[in-house]
């Protein structure tokens, strides 16, 4: 009766690190989705404003919208096509790690 805990923690940790990688991609795709419905609202609104400002180039809305959605692109890393040095400081990664380690400690 006492081996049947370990037994349990054994076939626990055969395949945790299958199960965190499914729940990892599940949250970053719930994270991408909600980001790609912003920016979804956000690109029509900047659009319209460059519309009646005639904003164009570099530094319109628009653009500014794109460069701020391929930064959130690198932060959620969703296929894990980044290095750990090419995201941001605050990456979705990180975090989930730090909430990992909290939890675990």
Same mark, same amino acid.
């Given at each position: ?5 370990? /037994?349990?923690?054994?076939?626990? =940790?055969?395949?945790?690190?299958? *199960? ?24 029509? =609104? /900047? !659009? ?6 005639? #904003? /164009?180039?570099?530094?319109?809305? !628009? ?5 701020? =959605? ?9 296929? #894990?096509? !980044? ?5 941001? /400081?605050?990456? *979705? ?13």
């Amino acid at each position: 009766m006492k081996d049947q805990p370990s /037994a349990i923690n054994e076939k626990i =940790g055969k395949f945790w690190p299958q *199960v965190r990688k499914l729940l990892v991609f599940q949250i970053k795709l719930y994270i991408d989705a909600f980001r790609d419905i912003f920016l979804s609202v956000l690109s029509l =609104g /900047a !659009f319209l404003i460059d519309l009646v400002q005639r #904003n /164009a180039g570099a530094q319109s809305y !628009f653009e500014r919208v794109l460069q701020f =959605g391929r930064h959130t692109e690198r932060s959620i890393n969703l296929f #894990n096509q !980044f290095d750990s040095d090419q995201q941001s /400081a605050r990456s *979705v990664d990180r975090v989930l790690d730090e909430l990992e380690d909290r939890f675990r400690r």
